[in-house]
């Protein structure tokens, strides 16, 4: 059971330079969700998914773009990456059934902007 | 407004102690409450939760209490373990069309041998 699986799992990047971050999930999750995580610092969300096609903006959308490929797939691109977009990302997902909003999140990617 | 934010930054424990985390929220309109448990160099995993309507729910050595009238909510691990460090994180579900939630910042325990 994979549950969250994210690629790759560390990126070294330019200033300028784009690419996407994958993720997958195999739990039949509607919502998925998109973190980064900056050091001593809690989760921010940058973009969700509540369902298979669509997305909306979290508390820190700028410099990103996602895409719902489908159920189990939710893709983050950035577009010309900045330093300031140095950190772990975090892809989430979840399925409300009663007991609130528990989040299974996988393994992270690490990404560094020189 | 809405907030969840932690007392400590960091706690440190000798192996065999009971551990408490402790966890302050804003929002009284709450619904949720979730533990989580961030390992070093993975993501955050799920340990407990618990609904606005209880004061305590217990797992496997671990523990829950929500407070409503501080709006103050605690993670009690007992006997601690080497095991048990990490960084633990609480956070609030708010339903509105959709659940919201709001990570705290998070807590480091530190358990030594």
């Known amino acids: 059971n994979a549950g969250v699986t994210q690629t790759p799992k560390f990126q070294v990047l330019k200033t300028g330079q784009s690419m996407t971050l994958q993720c997958a999930q195999d739990m039949n999750h509607n919502s998925m969700y998109w973190y980064r995580q900056d050091p001593g610092m809690g989760l921010r969300l940058i973009y969700y998914s509540a369902s298979e096609g669509t997305t909306d903006k979290g508390e820190v959308p700028n410099g990103y773009n996602v895409s719902r490929l489908n159920k189990r797939e939710f893709s983050l691109r950035l577009e010309s990456a900045a330093p300031s977009q140095t950190s772990v990302y975090f892809c989430?997902?979840?399925?409300?059934?009663?007991?609130?909003?528990?989040?299974?999140f996988g393994a992270g990617t690490r990404l560094s902007v020189l | 407004g809405e907030s969840v934010g932690l007392h400590l930054p960091t706690l440190s424990v000798q192996e065999g102690d009971n551990s408490i985390i402790n966890c302050a929220y804003s929002n009284s309109a709450s619904d949720y409450f979730i533990w989580y448990k961030q390992e070093s160099g993975k993501g955050p995993q799920f340990i407990i939760d618990?609904?606005?309507?209880?004061d305590k729910r217990q797992g496997q050595r671990v523990t829950v209490l929500l407070n409503k009238t501080v709006k103050h909510l605690s993670l009690q691990i007992a006997a601690t373990q080497p095991g048990d460090s990490a960084v633990y994180f609480c956070?609030?579900?708010?339903f509105g069309g959709g659940f919201k939630t709001i990570f705290g910042a998070g807590t480091r325990l530190f358990v030594k041998a």
């Open positions: 989430a997902s979840s399925e409300v059934r009663g007991r609130g909003d528990i989040q299974y």
């Open positions: 618990i609904r606005s309507n209880m």
């Open positions: 956070a609030e579900n708010i």
